[in-house]
């Protein structure tokens, strides 16, 4: 008896141990004045890199109706080829505008949600058991 909760002990050990953290990276092209996608769903803790990938100078500028929010991110003038990243850290939904053409209808949303937890299922012997992932 004591053998078999042991045995057991070690088992739901091994599953409790953490899996890594995976943090993913998206990317928004700048083309001509659109960003795209111009509406970017992201998980907590992703970090989105902006390219400009056009010949014209932009920013990245969190706000809305073209007018900047306080305290958002900023990028400052993007010249061509370069790039800004952000990381979001709360969820939420994250309007943002380039400064120069916001005019001209160049407004993107990034919409950050909290990451799914995994749910597995094992089964050792006649025991089934569900756990999840520790993230
Ligand atoms: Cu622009």
Redesign the pocket.
């Known amino acids: 008896m004591r053998l078999r909760e042991g045995l057991l002990l070690a088992v739901i050990a091994a599953v409790s141990i953490a899996a890594p953290v995976h943090a993913a990276t998206h990317t928004i092209n700048?083309s001509l004045?659109t960003f795209d996608p111009a509406v970017l769903t992201v998980n907590v803790g992703d970090t989105v890199i902006w390219r400009n990938n056009s010949f014209?100078?932009?920013?990245v500028t969190r706000g809305i109706n073209c007018q900047p929010a306080s305290g958002g991110f900023d990028s400052g003038i993007m010249d061509p080829d370069g790039q800004f990243s952000f990381t979001f850290a709360n969820t939420g939904s994250f309007d943002y505008f380039?400064l120069?053409?916001c005019i001209a209808g160049?407004r993107g949303t990034v919409v950050v949600e909290i990451a799914p937890v995994p749910i597995a299922a094992t089964t050792w012997g006649g025991i089934k058991a569900l756990y999840r992932t520790v993230r």
């Open positions: 700048i004045v014209l100078q932009h920013t380039c120069l053409h160049m």
